[in-house]
């Protein structure tokens, strides 16, 4: 069956799984009706954006049930067509396959791109290319320029969605029955928590060191997890190859061009140039390259002309929430729907409590004095209902009521694996006469009076001496990608 993840971003930029499903099919129906399920389980919070492949199935769905979800195309499925579409033509490698890439990474503009783009189609003769054509009347979808202003959390592929089912690779693979994949999903979403667990843990309790005496990298080494930092870091150092030029001011308002020197995938270096606008009574600072708008990570741009205007620290409207590494996400286990506990009005209350004052504790945990006063309401209200008990119009829940957990999904019956069959090759009888006389020894007993010669085992000195070879039946051990066939010890061994 098709496993449909959906996947995002947390604040160390690591890939979490949102919601996930089985579906039977792949048609717009189906898809539909998986949306709309997962965006209830989100509390009909749609996404304010999505990546996917070309499905045009997917894309109708998105359209029915996201209307107001900007809609991305995944760009590496795009690029890795190019040489199955274009390959065939004499100018592929010599010109045409770098005209289109610099179409889609270079231009700053719609107008620059379509400009590029008409460009390369007019010289290489490729006005009747379907393919082609059909990308352009998409472009909206896929191309870089098209897509600046949104927050995509630095993602521009479904590469985490396939990470993701690689992820999921070590706890179930295409022969796994739903019962096993049900317990193995819950054992890969555990291993997930503790990766974020110890991310977070890192974070709160080791420094990475400043490379160097600017102010606003300072700035971001206090508040971001270490993961984010890093990215800061890496657009500081970016800085030494960037050429900063005031070009004019009216006003307020600085433009500046900062030319930048690019390294492409084949070592190629090139210089681009970006403008930059400063508004140094607001200290707001923006550029054309669109990296804040995109990733929240301020680009090397911009720190330049910050550098240039001797901004020692930026507003706060440049330090996202998402990234801080005070961010607490809190996990809920959502129980199945014939879980009796969740469907009373008690457990809906409950959850209605606890999503208030996660929101309340965030908004007034970065202020000492609003954590005061939240506190001493919430004393308050705890001396005020000091005599209350556990009883609700609805249900009574008594404290020594222990709730039931669930069903306990077993493993299914064990069933012989594909290839050759896990058996012991047999034994003559003169081999096994000879490895008998091997295993034991004549002594005699020197304690004993009647100095009687007795037959005695010697200790096994190894792990396969100690299990008897022959005479004892095999038990096989079914693991998740191979049949183990292991010796069943027979008596007190």
Known sequence: MPFAPFVGVNHHGQSILLGAGLISSEDTSTFVWLFQAWLECMDGQAPKAIITDQDRAMKAAIALVFPGTRHRYCLWHITRKLPEKLGSHAAFNSGLKIAIQNALYDSQTCGEFEEKWGQFIHKYDLGENAWLQGLYNERSFWVPVYLKGVFWAGMSTTQRSESMNAFFDGFVHSGTTLKEFVDQFDNALRKKVELETTADFNSSNQTIPCSSAFHIEKQFQSVYTNAKFKEVQKEVWGMILCNCILIHKEGCISTYDVLDE???????VKSIKYTVYFNDEEVDVKCTCALFEMRGIVCRHALNVCQMNKIHALPEKYLL??????????????????????????????????????????????????????????????????????????????????????????????????????????????????????KKQTRRLIFDDTNQDFEVSEAPTNVEEQIPSVANDDFVVLTQCSTVTQPMSSGNE
């Not at 969740?342 to 409590?353: I, K, L």
């Not at 004095?369 to 705890?382: K, P, Q, S």
Request: hydrophobic share 30%; charged share 35%.
């Open 262 to 268: 690019i390294t492409t995938d084949d070592d190629h």
């Open 321 to 438: 929430d998402r990234w801080r590494k005070n961010l607490k996400r809190r996990y809920t286990v959502v129980k199945s729907s014939n879980d009796d506990l969740r469907q009373n009005a008690d457990s809906r209350r409950y959850e209605f409590v606890v999503k208030r004052c996660v929101k309340l504790a965030t908004r007034v945990s970065s202020n000492d004095a609003h954590v005061t006063a939240f506190m001493r309401h919430l004393d308050e209200f705890e001396n005020q209902f000091k005599g209350l008990t556990l009883e609700s119009s609805s249900t009574k829940v008594s404290e020594n009521v222990v709730t039931d957990k669930g069903k306990k999904i077993l493993s299914p019956h064990v069933v012989r694996g594909k290839g050759r069959p896990p058996t012991k090759r047999k034994v003559p009888p003169v081999e096994k006469a000879a490895s008998k006389r091997k």
